[in-house]
């Protein structure tokens, strides 16, 4: 296999009708062979790279380089100076996650670029080519010209060889990225975050993101013209957008490359480019669902203040416990237990102690009262995108948590984009973007003093995810798009569609503590939110967390203990996940074994149409019989009328028969296979 890879290289072959445009060609192919990359020098000495699928290209000549605030640009005159290959072929274990056991296949090609002039700067570009992608990264030795790099963009180029429909949201927008994803030609993406989601006419879907987002600043794309996107960075805290010193490896630039939606939502690749856990032994990383003093708070039935609607009471967080403990769950988050939240909140980060409870909330009590009853505080520490306020209290706080018990915490950065607040090395305090080179230092920060204690980190309004749970697994989850919170506010509230887009969209970049579980369909209006009561039992298959939340008030799960038993009985780690059926946007199956028994689970949802989905159960195992406990629309179900009509039934299956999922409009159905 090796050989004949290495025998398909095109070495340098000189060859007069290549020299005349592009110089020398380095080649790579995946391990099936069925993805190929070429770098070139261009006849102004430019680095391009393309990448073809099947022979048919798909990112077709592009250029690679870099601008720098303070010395010339790494652009014109580069000539490929060596190129070397190798092959990887294993198989690691998550500690925990979709699947336990991950294959890493690839072929890599590392591309050695020197300028012909000058001071002979030089730089390596790194490519893995695996069966269901690519990653690229840039890799800069030690050299007398560039000790210090201060980079004023990527020039990394992505153009695509056809049109193709487009999922993304805006890049560089004040909400973050809390958008509604936008559906549209290629042609009308403007300023697009990634992970940015095509889907060409003859079936490709290509899907644009980055691994390893470290010490460096976040990936968009903008279309500079027709089919051409360049990477554009988010902004630093002063004139680069990253500063490094060589030696340094930027981030993974990845290409998802699959022949239907339901590859992309299963590809470990960006997890593959990923460095291995860092963190030693983490068996105290817990996956686990919780409940919380939250949607209250959202409803604005309770407040995160201090005064007669203080939702993180003692007496309330007990009540709390109690019900988690009766029920299994792992975890109770409480939110507002910390004195700050009085005023403006989202703008004085500066009030928050994340030490100090409120009078009415028995810190000691209420965690001597979980602990007893095998329960764990989730602990919360809103920064509003203060992370300068938080670091300088940061090993406090986490100390304080670690002596109580708390094995999560919910961080969150509630401010504007561009209005997080970080301290130079100067000491002063700068704006900076969320996903910025300095976030993504604070961000690390936290997980790594926090994993010094044993604790989980969940960040909302966090820095994109970029696969660095692999290296950091007690980084368990995040938020990162538009959550169930929208739906309680209702301006706008999500779309029926908006989960089946997210599988394929913000989901390839991993984890979201979307917080599912809504039993009371209502916004803090009255308004319908877009989904039924089946749906919501769905979104704890579809949808992964590790820390998965059960959001609605007890009262609403003690009043249908039915479809609740389906939350209780739901598992929040995997053996493995696979993706049955699905379209961007319309609809999406996934079957997830539990890690520690030998059941299935199956979750089906659809957006705004009703649909049939016909599924065969060869997912189960062979030989087995299961019991199938089904939770299914009911006949008049649907998110416009009838939203809590639900049919509960039991069958007997084995992996020989198929079903016919019935989806209501904003509908969905989940399954328990228990193995008997
Ligand atoms: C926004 C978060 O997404 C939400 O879950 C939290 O309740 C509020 N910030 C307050 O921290
Ligand atoms: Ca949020």
Same mark, same amino acid.
């Given at each position: ?29 995946? *391990? ?24 048919? *290209? ?85 050299? *007398?010209?560039? #000790? ?22 805006? /890049? ?12 549209? /030609? ?12 095509? #889907? ?64 992309? /939502? ?104 979980? #602990? ?19 670091? #300088? ?136 939110? !877009? ?39 739901? *598992? ?31 979750? !089906? ?58 989806? !209501? ?12």
């Amino acid at each position: 296999m090796l050989q004949r890879f290495v025998l398909a290289l095109a070495l340098s072959l000189p060859s007069a009708a290549l020299v005349a445009q592009d110089a020398p060609a380095a080649r790579i192919a995946s *391990p099936d062979g069925r993805i190929t990359v070429e770098v070139v020098t261009d006849h102004d000495g430019r680095a391009r790279y393309s990448i073809a699928r099947d022979g048919k *290209p798909v990112i077709v000549s592009s250029q690679l380089g870099f601008l720098f605030t303070d010395v010339a640009k790494l652009d014109r005159n580069l000539r490929i100076a060596s190129q070397a290959t190798r092959s990887h072929d294993a198989t690691w274990e998550q500690p925990w996650g979709e699947r336990r056991h991950v294959r890493d296949h690839h072929n890599e090609l590392r591309v050695g670029l020197v300028e012909t002039n000058g001071d002979q700067r030089r730089f390596d570009v790194v490519f893995r080519v695996f069966d269901d992608g690519i990653g690229f990264r840039y890799v800069f030795p030690e050299q *007398p010209a560039l #000790r210090r790099l201060n980079i004023a963009e990527e020039l990394t180029e992505f153009t695509l060889a056809t049109d193709a429909t487009a999922w993304w949201i805006p /890049a560089l927008e004040w909400n973050r990225k809390e958008y509604v994803y936008k559906r549209t /030609a290629l042609a009308e993406v403007g300023f697009a975050q990634t992970p940015m989601t095509l #889907r060409r006419d003859d079936g490709l879907h290509i899907a644009f993101h980055e691994a390893a987002l470290a010490d460096y600043s976040a990936m968009n794309l903008v279309r500079v013209e027709d089919r051409r996107f360049r990477a554009q960075l988010f902004p630093g805290t002063d004139a680069a957008k990253v500063e490094r010193d060589a030696p340094f490896a930027t981030p993974w630039r990845v290409v998802l490359l699959s022949d239907d939606a339901a590859g992309l /939502a299963t590809s470990d690749l960006v997890l593959n480019l990923n460095e291995p856990n860092a963190l030693g032994d983490v068996s105290w990383v817990k996956p686990m669902k919780y409940l919380g003093i939250w949607w209250e708070m959202h409803l604005d039935t309770k407040s995160w203040g201090s005064g007669t609607k203080h939702g993180a009471t003692t007496e309330d967080t007990i009540r709390y416990i109690d019900f988690a403990a009766q029920h299994g769950f792992g975890g109770v988050l409480v939110e507002g237990w910390n004195i700050g939240w009085d005023g403006d909140w989202f703008a004085n980060g500066e009030e928050f102690s994340f030490t100090e409870a409120y009078p009415d909330f028995d810190i000691e009590k209420v965690t001597a009262h979980a #602990r007893e009853r095998g329960v764990t505080l989730i602990g919360h520490h809103e920064t509003s995108g203060h992370a300068a306020h938080y670091e #300088r209290q940061l090993p406090d706080a986490l100390d304080l948590y670690e002596r109580l018990g708390v094995a999560a915490i919910k961080t969150g950065y509630v401010a504007d984009g561009g209005q997080a607040k970080v301290r130079d090395d100067d000491g002063n305090l700068r704006y900076a973007w969320h996903e910025g080179q300095a976030m993504s230092r604070h961000h690390i920060k936290v997980v790594t003093e926090a994993a010094k204690r044993r604790i989980s980190i969940n960040p909302h309004e966090p820095i994109k995810d970029s696969g660095l749970r692999r290296t950091y697994p007690n980084w368990v989850t995040r938020e990162g798009a538009r959550g169930m919170e929208y739906n309680a506010w209702g301006q706008p509230p999500n779309p029926p569609g908006h989960e089946a887009t997210l599988v394929f969209t913000r989901m390839l970049d991993g984890p979201f503590d979307f917080t599912p579980g809504l039993f009371s369909m209502k916004s803090r209006h009255g308004d319908r939110v !877009a989904t039924t009561l089946a749906k919501q039992l769905a979104l704890y298959v579809v949808l992964y967390s590790p820390l998965q939340m059960a959001i609605d008030l007890p009262e609403e799960y003690e009043a249908k203990p039915d479809a609740f038993r389906f939350i209780k009985d739901v *598992p929040a780690d995997w053996e493995d996940s696979r993706v049955l059926n699905g379209e961007v946007g319309e609809f999406v199956t996934f079957a997830r074994k539990d890690r520690h028994s030998d059941d299935w689970y199956l979750g !089906a949802v659809t957006d705004g149409e009703a649909r049939t989905l016909h599924v065969s159960l060869g997912f189960l195992d062979a030989g087995r019989r299961y019991t199938a406990q089904v939770y299914r629309d009911g006949p008049n179900a649907g998110w416009q009328a009838n939203q809590t009509d639900i049919v509960i039934e039991e069958r007997d299956v084995t992996s020989g028969d198929s079903l016919e999922l019935a989806l !209501a409009p904003g509908g969905g159905q989940a399954i328990r296979f228990i193995a008997r």
